[in-house]
């Protein structure tokens, strides 16, 4: 397996920890005044001030009648406050359940896996992540505003608030106006904003999307990536976003993880440092295309010990 290097677009001198945006000060202030608990700063579990998850030898093995499946094996990731990480490789080498780890939804068989420096499940508890599945999932017999309210409404924030909070995620996913709609009457691009607001509406510190935007056209598709990307930049939430697309992983993130299967294992990570302010038009420079090249690579590669 290969080591964590980064390709750095702007030639600073660093390395796979560096070149990217985690370690400003800027980011542990406002970790602080967010009231983050102090057990999450200590540094006992050998994880950085500014981690978000951490994971040490994790391995997830499901039982089936056809003996045991290795989904996951010997993984090991760091993902700090306000990464963007993109996990990419080919079905079945363990992207969904690393995710589903990451939320609790799946238990790991060994290994460690700590979420805002507390367990998955004690970070569920704490709603520490949005989920956005890669069908939008809505209610239909709820308007728009009324799906977005829904985890508002199961959490028992009051209605001023609720009201407050859902016009702000519409905003952020530029729905305004569109609050009594029904899922129905919106695009397949626009209920996926709006399950994206639906994620961010209890302003959870981690943002997981599995294929968020796999079944939608291409042209929707890159207007979205712009759009996510953007509402990453204003957030500053961390985001574990799986693909299979190999430009969209580029153009998102900071750091790409390349997975391979049978057992899946984590082949290469990427630390990605295009300029946060990129358009779609980074995607013809040298520096993206290098930056695909490798991921490309690392997917061939990956694959080739499987023949
Ligand atoms: N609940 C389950 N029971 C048994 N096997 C599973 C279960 N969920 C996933 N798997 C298997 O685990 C492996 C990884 O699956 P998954 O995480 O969905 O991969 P990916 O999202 O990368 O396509 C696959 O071989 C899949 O068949
Ligand atoms: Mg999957």
New binding site residues.
């Given amino acids: 397996m290969l080591q964590s290097t980064a390709i750095n677009i702007n030639g600073n001198a660093t390395g796979a920890a560096g070149g990217s945006k985690q370690g400003t000060t800027g980011k542990a202030e406002k970790m602080d005044t967010n009231g983050m608990k102090p057990e999450t700063m200590t540094d006992e579990q050998g994880q950085s001030a500014n981690s978000v998850v951490n994971i040490k030898g994790l391995s997830l093995t499901?039982e089936?009648n056809d003996g045991p499946?290795h989904?996951l094996s010997d993984i090991d990731l760091t993902i700090n406050q306000g990464d963007f990480v993109s996990f990419i490789?080919p079905?079945?080498?363990?992207?969904?359940?690393?995710l589903r780890a990451v939320a609790d939804l799946e238990q790991p068989t060994g290994g460690e896996l700590l979420v805002n420096g507390v367990s998955a499940r004690d970070a569920r508890l704490n709603r520490d992540y949005g989920y956005v599945f890669q069908a939008p999932a809505l209610y239909p017999w709820r308007t728009i505003a009324g799906n977005i309210s829904l985890p508002l409404e199961v959490m028992g924030i009051p209605k001023s608030e609720r009201q407050d909070r859902i016009a702000r995620n519409m905003e952020l996913v530029n729905l305004s106006g569109f609050d009594k709609k029904y899922p129905w009457q919106l695009s397949g691009g626009m209920q996926q904003r709006a399950s994206i607001a639906r994620a961010l509406s209890f302003d959870p510190e981690l943002l997981l999307m599995d294929e968020p935007f796999g079944a939608l056209d291409e042209i929707v598709r890159d207007h979205l990536n712009e759009q996510l990307l953007r509402l990453w930049d204003k957030t500053d939430k961390t985001v574990l976003f799986?693909t299979h697309s190999i430009p969209e992983a580029v153009f998102l993130s900071s750091k790409i993880v390349v997975?391979s299967p049978r057992p899946?294992r984590i082949y290469d990570v990427i630390d990605c440092n295009l300029p946060r302010d990129r358009g779609l038009d980074i995607r013809e420079t040298p520096e993206f295309l290098e930056i695909a090249h490798r991921v490309r690579e690392g997917l061939k590669e990956g694959h080739s010990y499987d023949d």
């Fill in positions: 499901f089936t499946v989904a490789g079905s079945g080498c363990g992207k969904t359940t690393l799986v997975m899946g």
